[in-house]
C-alpha cells in the first residue's frame, strides 16, 4: 500500500517574504543587544545578580501568559480568516490585542514601582533593562497599529485577505518571542 499526498495541498510559508525579512532583521537587532547584555552581566556578575533580585518574578509571569494568550488568539484569527469566519477574528484581533495593552500597563506599572524605589538608568542593569523592554514596548505599540491594520482590512469585504492577517501575526509572534528571551535573561538568569 503506497501512501501518496493529494496535489491539490500546496505548501508555503505564510504571510509574505517582505514581513519576514522584517523580522528576521528585527530578530538580529534583538540579538545584538542580547549579546551585548551578557558580555556585560559575565563582567559584572555580582551587582547584575543582586539588581536582578529587585526584579518582581511574579509581574515577569505575569506579562509573559497574557502575551503568550495573546500571540494564541491572533493565531486562532488567523485561522478563523482561513475559514472565512471575518467577525469571528476581528474578535479574536480585539482580544489579542486588548493582552498587548495590558502588558504595556503591567510593564509601566513594573517601571514606576522600580523608579519610585530608586532603580534609575545609573544602575547599569537598570540601564539595560530599561532600553531592553522599552524598545520591546515600541514593538508592542507597532504591533497594536498592525492588529488594527489587520481588523479594518477584515471590516472591508473587498480587502480581506488572508495573507495580510498572516503577515500581521508573524510580526505579534515576533514581539512574543522576544519578551520570552527577555523574561529569561532578566527575570529567569538569577
Do not use: C
Amino acid at each position: 500500500m503506497t501512501r501518496t499526498e493529494p496535489s491539490a495541498v500546496q505548501r508555503r510559508l505564510p504571510g509574505d517574504g517582505d514581513m519576514w525579512v522584517m523580522v528576521l532583521g528585527d530578530m538580529v537587532i534583538f540579538a545584538g543587544y542580547f549579546v551585548v547584555f551578557l558580555i556585560y552581566r559575565t563582567l559584572n556578575q555580582g551587582e547584575f545578580l543582586s539588581a536582578a533580585q529587585h526584579l518582581d518574578i511574579t509581574l515577569g509571569v505575569a506579562n509573559t501568559v497574557i502575551l503568550l494568550t495573546s500571540s494564541w488568539l491572533v493565531a486562532r484569527a488567523v485561522l478563523e480568516t482561513r475559514a472565512g469566519r471575518h467577525d469571528h477574528a476581528i474578535r479574536l484581533i480585539y482580544a489579542g490585542g486588548a493582552g498587548g495593552v495590558l502588558f504595556m500597563a503591567l510593564k509601566g506599572y513594573e517601571w514606576f514601582l522600580k523608579l519610585s524605589a530608586g532603580h534609575t538608568n545609573s544602575e547599569m542593569f537598570y540601564s539595560f533593562y530599561y532600553v531592553i523592554t522599552g524598545v520591546h514596548l515600541v514593538h508592542v505599540l507597532i504591533g497594536l497599529i498592525v492588529l488594527g491594520v489587520l481588523v479594518r482590512e477584515l471590516r472591508n469585504p473587498g480587502r480581506r485577505r488572508a495573507s495580510m492577517v498572516e503577515a500581521g501575526a508573524i510580526y505579534w509572534h515576533m514581539v512574543d518571542l522576544l519578551w520570552v528571551i527577555i523574561f529569561a535573561l532578566f527575570y529567569v538568569m538569577r
